[in-house]
């Protein structure tokens, strides 16, 4: 049963707003080249100082305070010699026709169900711990929820504004190198918006740190937790994949599965038009930002972009019949089973607020 909950007065509505803003405007750690200028303009810095920006703070001996941001770079870098030993001693092409498979459907689909709709939406809800579990495993893991998650928020509260950590409009390097240059939190967070950041986080796998612990290593996740978590995800899925296949087949899907966490540091670029207005009239509905619906990553993983943006909290976003969303058919066949509980579903709203008024209207006008 849900509690009702006495509105808010307009005073106070407008004092919630602030607060949410203000916190949005810090909670990011901010990179040294800044968001905005004095005018309140997106600085767009140079390639030279983006790269800087990145290795700096890359830089695990410079600062402990660096690791989470390393570590996901790190699981690139180790999973590149499973490629290049796929490429060159296993390589077939029923193996590439799988790994293919593999990256572009299985890990975009599941990066869709996992860390967007329920880590950072929280757009639909678990019966149990196990179900949760079974499904934040179900690849190979590359990326560490937490940047993805905390940025993903600001990315909501600021599109295509100044503080957007993938701002298209300030170019590719930007958007691509975000993990590292615009995604992690703040080293300077007070305990009351510390403990906001791990509210964001409350409803997933992640064991929060304590506000002494976050002081010492700059994160919600501890490093142990994490490096635990990924070692146990890669021991597992080795296993499988050489009981299946052997290291042919091991090679071909880690390989994958890194070609893949490399190519989603491009979508957000790809996803907001290169900076510029490529929305269409009766496919993107969404007017407050550049977001686009593109059909291919609708089609491999359910991301509908502009859709998504528009009712960020749905399960589904693809809303139209040529709209495939195999990250939807999961959740709801897990709420088929009993693993779901519940969870948000726009598409009713989504016709007849914005789809069947455009119908009607490209009707009235013939």
């Not at 006495?6 to 203000?22: F, I, L």
């Not at 749905?314 to 693993?339: E, M």
Request: hydrophobic content about 40%.
């Amino acid at each position: 049963m849900i509690n009702p909950i006495a509105p808010a007065k307009p005073q106070e509505a407008v004092q919630t707003q602030e607060k949410v803003s203000c916190f949005m405007d810090h909670v990011l750690q901010t990179p040294s080249y800044g968001w905005k200028d004095e005018q309140g303009n997106l600085i767009k810095p140079t390639n030279k100082e983006i790269l800087k920006e990145f290795f700096f703070r890359l830089n695990i001996f410079r600062s402990k305070k660096n690791w989470l941001a390393f570590i996901g770079w790190f699981k690139v870098l180790c999973l590149a010699p499973f490629l290049v030993l796929f490429f060159t001693k296993y390589f077939s092409f029923p193996l590439l026709g799988i790994a293919f498979l593999y990256s572009m459907v299985v890990m975009g689909t599941h990066g869709t169900i996992w860390y967007h709709r329920y880590c950072t939406h929280n757009a639909y809800r678990f019966k149990n711990k196990f179900w949760r579990f079974i499904t934040r495993n179900l690849t190979v893991s590359v990326v560490p929820e937490e940047p993805y998650v905390i940025s993903h928020h600001v990315h909501h509260a600021k599109s295509d504004e100044p503080g957007d950590p993938y701002n298209a409009s300030a170019g590719f390097l930007y958007c691509f190198l975000a993990d590292v240059n615009h995604q992690p939190i703040a080293h300077n967070l007070s305990e009351e918006d510390y403990k906001r950041v791990t509210g964001l986080l409350s409803h997933t796998a992640i064991r929060p740190n304590t506000y002494a612990q976050y002081k010492k290593w700059a994160s919600v996740v501890h490093p142990a937790n994490e490096i635990a978590g990924w070692l146990l995800n890669w021991a597992f899925w080795f296993g499988v994949f050489y009981l299946i296949g052997g290291m042919a087949l091991v090679c071909a899907l880690f390989g994958a599965a890194g070609f893949w966490a490399v190519g989603v540091r491009t979508f957000n670029y790809e996803g907001h038009g290169k900076g510029k207005d490529k929305r269409r009239e009766g496919t993107d509905f969404n007017d407050k930002d550049m977001s686009i619906n593109q059909l291919w990553p609708g089609y491999v993983a359910g991301e509908w972009h502009n859709n998504h943006h528009l009712f960020p909290r749905s399960a589904r976003s693809g809303f139209l019949r040529h709209q495939v969303d195999l990250a939807w058919y999961y959740i709801k066949f897990l709420n088929v089973i009993g693993a779901v509980s519940d969870y948000h579903d726009s598409k009713k709203t989504f016709l007849e607020k914005y789809h069947r008024p455009y119908i009607e209207k490209q009707r009235g006008s013939h």
